[in-house]
């Protein structure tokens, strides 16, 4: 919000010769930056609630997710069972690892050979007499 209830109150108006009565001016601005900082004040109440209430739901959905765990250790899905999935997951990551370190070496090796031409080719003009 760009206001609280102290701007409301230390707002000040220059004064006019026929402008409004500044006592009334005062009391209206009093009575909104009273209301202001009630709304304020539920604003942040609300917001506690509902902060709450994220965590009450948060430790539900934990526990759910806890039980739901327990009965998957039940149906088959034991701590062997994920470090040999873990295993499995690790080897196909070497594998692939292994794949694109071949083909960096292979392309390291042409990349060689193309360097190896052009030095080739430097030398042979360098040679070449000039006319």
């Given amino acids: 919000m760009r206001l ?5 109150l230390e707002q000040c108006f220059r004064d ?12 209206f601005m009093h009575l909104v930056a009273d209301d202001f ?3 304020s004040n539920e604003i942040d109440r609300l917001k506690k609630q509902v902060d709450r209430n994220n965590l009450t739901t948060n430790i ?3 526990e759910n ?3 739901k765990i327990t009965k998957n250790d039940a149906a088959g899905i034991t701590p062997e069972a994920i470090k ?3 295993k499995k997951i690790i080897n196909a990551a070497r594998e692939h690892a292994d794949q694109h370190k071949k ?5 390291l090796s ?7 031409k052009l030095k080739e080719e430097k030398r042979n003009l360098a040679e070449t007499p000039k006319q």
């Fill in 4 to 8: 609280n209830h102290l701007d409301i």
């Fill in 16 to 27: 006019k010769f026929f402008g409004y009565n500044k006592e009334d001016v005062d009391s």
């Fill in 37 to 39: 900082k009630e709304m």
């Fill in 60 to 62: 539900k959905n934990e």
């Fill in 65 to 67: 997710h806890k039980s």
């Fill in 84 to 86: 040999e999935k873990a």
């Fill in 103 to 107: 083909k960096a070496a292979h392309e």
């Fill in 110 to 116: 042409a990349l060689k050979r193309e360097i190896d």
